[in-house]
């Protein structure tokens, strides 16, 4: 079973920084591309970086400068390092993986339950 948790969301104040993490079980990590979204209250779930299997990364242009996306193919992490926080980045912050399951090896596209991010101005 393929599993996604993050951690490290929680309050922090304009400026500030926030590491988030997410934990990946059940899946060949290191053949998977990676990706943070995050989805605001009354809005969609957007984008927000993408690292692939060789480590190239991709950012949105509204935390491009501001957010750091890395892994750790040995210990099955993705880290999201996020400063200068804004008010407008309070968001519910997920992961998503999309690569094999170490049991049947077949791709598939899968998500964590999100962990909450606020900004206070």
């Known amino acids: 079973q393929v599993q996604l948790v993050e951690s490290g969301g929680g309050l922090v104040q304009a400026g500030g920084s926030l590491r988030l993490s997410c934990a990946v079980s059940?899946?060949?990590?290191?053949?998977?591309?990676v990706n943070w979204y995050r989805q605001a209250p009354g809005k969609q779930r957007e984008l927000v970086a993408t690292?692939?299997?060789?480590?190239?990364?991709n950012y949105a242009d509204f935390v491009k400068g501001r957010f750091t996306v890395s892994r750790d193919n040995t210990k099955n992490m993705l880290y999201l390092q996020m400063s200068s926080l804004k008010p407008e980045d309070t968001a519910v912050y997920y992961c998503?993986?999309?690569?094999?399951?170490?049991?049947?090896?077949?791709?598939?596209?899968?998500w964590g339950q999100g962990t909450q991010v606020t900004v206070s101005s």
């Open positions: 998503n993986a999309k690569g094999p399951n170490i049991v049947t090896m077949r791709s598939g596209d899968y």
């Open positions: 059940g899946l060949r990590f290191s053949s998977s591309v």
């Open positions: 690292i692939s299997s060789g480590g190239s990364t």
